[in-house]
């Protein structure tokens, strides 16, 4: 593969495609939608195919040479089973099950997978217009405009954790595993919400701990868990290995699985910069 670009030009050239995604999905969600159920039993609305079709559009122009590996692409068998050491991972509606019910807890999720690791994301929950970013070193939230335009940015970064850890799970796929988890911890405080907002509130230190002991494909949590190894997290298998991400992780399993997993905020990383006290709007009531 030739030379590519910084990680600061890529984080760029992804920032306006997720905009633009999320854009559409709330275009859709006004104009009315039908959902459908795919072979796995999972929904899927023409505000998932759209969005993609944005997504792939933009990455494709501009990293012509570097695969990508899409939830509906390979819903449809199109995407590559095989991508080497450098590779987009994209979700285009991460909560469709939220975003059906009139939820607003959904997200775009870009990320580019380097070695194993998630390097680069971009999280946009586009019904609270709040886009998350992530590269090494840099982490930020940017709040959008109602033509979802950047209007605001703050750095962010995970909290130091402290008694009751704050323990954020699922909203639609719980697990008894994860509940067995969670009351092992003894005394802690709970929130729920869907898609991978769950890793931004810990990125954002607002939680401590995302346990997950159920079934998610990298898609899923590679953008997520980009913007939180970024703001000073990690996210760890149950065996206590870094996860990592490409074809082949779970044996038996679709090349694209997760293993069960604890993404977790303040484990001697960095902490939260003073200011960064934005609240997740796409939270309230979780």
Known sequence: MTSL?????????????????????????????????????????????????????????????????????DSAGLAPRETGDVFFLVDPLDG?????????????????????????????????RQLYLGRPGFAELVEA?????????????????????????????????????IARLGSVERTSIGSSLKF????AGKADLYPRMGRTMQWDTAAGDAVLRAAGGLTRRLDGAVLGYGAGTVAGDEPF????????????????PRGTDAALACSDGA
Not at 200 to 203: K, P
Not at 266 to 271: L, M, T, V
């Open 5 to 73: 670009p910084d990680d600061r030009i890529i984080l760029s050239a992804i920032e306006p495609l997720v905009l633009d995604a999320g854009r559409r999905i709330v275009e859709i969600a006004s104009e009315g939608f039908r959902a459908e159920i795919k072979a796995d039993e999972s929904p899927v609305t023409r505000a998932d195919r759209e969005a993609e079709a944005i997504l792939l559009s933009g990455l494709r122009r501009q990293f012509h040479a570097i695969p990508i590996v899409a939830e509906e692409e």
């Open 96 to 128: 469709t099950r939220e975003f059906v019910r009139g939820g607003d807890d959904y997200t775009v999720n870009v990320a580019l997978v380097r070695g194993g690791v998630p390097v680069v994301g971009a999280v946009y929950a586009p019904a609270c």
């Open 145 to 181: 405009d109602a033509g979802h335009r950047p209007l605001a940015r703050r750095g962010i970064g995970v909290r130091q954790p402290s008694a009751p850890l704050i323990v954020v799970a699922s909203r639609s796929h719980g697990s008894p595993a994860t509940e067995d988890y």
């Open 200 to 203: 931004c509130l810990l990125a």
């Open 257 to 272: 699985a997760n293993p069960h997993f604890i993404a977790e905020g303040g484990h001697g990383g960095a902490a939260a």
